[in-house]
């Protein structure tokens, strides 16, 4: 029996910084930039808002507060990640801290849109006065900073997950942007208050779909679901094919962060044949077929009586 690990990990068994956690180290210049103007202009824009009493900038700047921690969650991932353990429990490192942040920020945006829908519905039927000129300067601000934020994160979303996460948070935020400019248009040309108020309900739904769909992906990995895409029978079959693999039991694969799966399996193997070459070719099948970067894998004899399936 034996164990396959494909890591560099180091002292107290945590996964090494693979390419992944390297490429996030390099482009964490651009997070950082990106932190900045999306946090400078979260402050500027709630204040405006609430200064003009323009719902639809409230709801905007909400749902930019809810990528500022995003993005600082992303850029703080880069140093934790690379931390090495030196309490001897974080057996697989620091990586759920993303996990976590990301939870945070659904319940944020959970909070924001909930506020934004029933403020909105509370001012239906009433005589609302907005000052349709901050709100257009704001909004076109607002869209130039997220046009300047996705030209950063672009340069680094095809080789990192973490940037590749903020990059389409600060995509989404430019949709807000695009949406409050419109609510300034139609005020100005209408001179009706509510088309603020229609654009920031629509904001605030867009916010909670959103939150969503984050909200099921955390509770997916935080629940060790077999990761989006993957089929485990696929799985066991490749793992099968494996030259002297008889049966493979015992199969789990959950993720532990974004774009990073673990695996663990029993494999059976016939009494001729040698158990680490079997543990070779199937780190080679687990990594290329199925980028599974870390599988430990136990062998066992056809003969041996020391191992049954679980049965949970």
Not at 63 to 88: E, F, N
Request: with cysteine; aromatic share 6%.
């Amino acid at each position: 029996m034996g164990s396959g690990h494909s890591h560099g990990g180091g002292h107290g068994g945590g996964h090494g910084g693979g390419h992944g956690a390297h490429a996030g180290a390099r482009h964490r210049w651009r997070l950082g930039v990106a932190f900045g103007l999306v946090g400078a202009f979260f402050a500027v824009e709630l204040v405006v808002g609430l200064l003009s009493g323009s719902l639809a900038l409230i709801s905007d700047a909400g749902h930019m507060a809810a990528d500022v921690v995003a993005l600082g969650a992303a850029l703080a991932a880069t140093k934790i990640a690379a931390r090495p353990d030196r309490t001897g429990r974080r057996s697989y490192g620091s990586y759920r801290a993303e996990i976590f942040a990301s939870g945070l920020t659904v319940l944020i945006m959970l909070g924001v849109s909930a506020y934004v829908v029933v403020e909105a519905l509370g001012r239906m039927g009433e005589d609302v006065d907005v000052a349709a000129g901050p709100v257009l300067a704001v909004g076109a601000i607002g869209l130039v900073i997220n046009l300047v934020s996705i030209v950063l994160l672009r340069g680094g979303s095809e080789e990192s997950l973490n940037v590749k996460g903020a990059y389409y948070e600060v995509v989404a935020d430019a949709a807000g942007s695009v949406g409050v400019i419109l609510a300034g248009v139609l005020v100005a040309t209408t001179g009706q208050g509510w088309w603020d108020t229609v654009v920031a309900l629509a904001i605030g739904v867009f916010v909670a779909v959103r939150a969503v769909v984050l909200g099921r992906e955390v509770l997916a990995v935080l629940g060790q679901h077999v990761p989006e895409g993957m089929e485990l029978e696929e799985v066991v079959r490749d793992l099968e094919a494996v030259t002297g693999v008889a049966d493979v039991h015992d199969l789990h694969v959950w993720t532990l962060t974004s774009g990073m799966y673990v695996a663990t399996a029993h494999l059976v193997v016939e009494d001729s044949t040698s158990g680490q070459q079997v543990l070779d070719d199937a780190r080679a099948v687990m990594r290329a077929k199925h980028h599974i970067e870390h599988a430990t894998l136990q062998v066992e004899s056809r003969a041996s009586q020391d191992c049954h399936a679980a049965t949970w």
